[in-house]
T-cell receptor, first 111, second 114 residues
Framework: DAGVTQSPTHLIKTRGQHVTLRCSPI?????VSWYQQVLGQGPQFIFQ???????GRGNFPDRFSARQFPNYSSELNVNALLLGDSALYLC??????????FGPGTRLLVL | EDQVTQSPEALRLQEGESSSLNCSYT??????LFWYRQDPGKGPEFLFT???AGEEKEKERLKATLTKKESFLHITAPKPEDSATYLC???????????????FGKGTLLTVNP
């Protein structure tokens, strides 16, 4: 079975630009969560979606937004990029609400 | 506020030298504690979930234990392929409406030399 997939794998943007990251959950999983991981830190929670509804939001500015589609895939959008947004963006899916399975991540570099 | 502290930050072992990693947590109530392994540039790989004090789980050379304040990841006779960052995360009972929010520690970077 395919695991969580994310695209693109790497991305380079300049300050002020907008970026869209994509995630496909494990088949049968209805929940998708997004995390940001900067170098040397653990992942930080950004959003959680379940059945296409936002169920949770972490301490991130309104420049960050997300949505979940009818097929349970998800997009994370970041507007007005800052240098500090450079990080590994991780998507995780869950079936039972307890165990989250992570994708390989999207490495974003903002110049 | 929920907090997870992992120690040591980095650990270097010789192949076959057993040791333990520590994860201390502060939460209002614990739904579950998770251990993940993360290789450089990759996403975390799920290892274990622990739910209640006294619970233990094993997988190959790894054994995770849980008390009311901390969890330990014991590594027995490690091999070079066990080298990775090990992350601990808690799933609080009250996640502020988010059913699936995990709060992570910074991780322990384990290096096993041949």
């Amino acid at each position: 079975d395919a695991g969580v997939t994310q695209s693109p794998t790497h991305l380079i943007k300049t300050r002020g630009q907008h970026v869209t990251l994509r995630c496909s959950p494990i088949s049968g999983h209805k929940s998708v969560s997004w995390y940001q991981q900067v170098l040397g830190q653990g992942p930080q929670f950004i959003f959680q979606y379940y059945e296409k509804e936002e169920r949770g939001r972490g301490n991130f500015p309104d420049r960050f937004s997300a949505r979940q589609f009818p097929n349970y895939s998800s997009e994370l959008n970041v507007n007005a990029l800052l240098l500090g947004d450079s990080a590994l963006y991780l998507c995780a899916s869950s079936w039972d609400g307890e165990t989250q399975y992570f994708g390989p991540g999207t490495r974003l570099l903002v110049l | 506020e929920d907090q997870v502290t992992q120690s040591p930050e980095a650990l270097r072992l010789q192949e076959g030298e057993s040791s333990s990693l520590n994860c201390s947590y502060t939460v209002s109530g614990l739904r579950g504690l998770f251990w993940y392994r993360q290789d450089p540039g990759k996403g975390p790989e799920f290892l274990f979930t622990l739910y209640s004090a006294g619970e233990e789980k094993e997988k190959e050379r790894l054994k995770a234990t849980l008390t009311k304040k901390e969890s330990f990841l014991h590594i027995t006779a490690p091999k070079p392929e066990d080298s990775a960052t090990y992350l601990c995360a808690v799933h609080p009972l009250n996640s502020g409406g988010s059913n699936y929010k995990l709060t992570f520690g910074k991780g322990t970077l384990l290096t096993v030399n041949p």
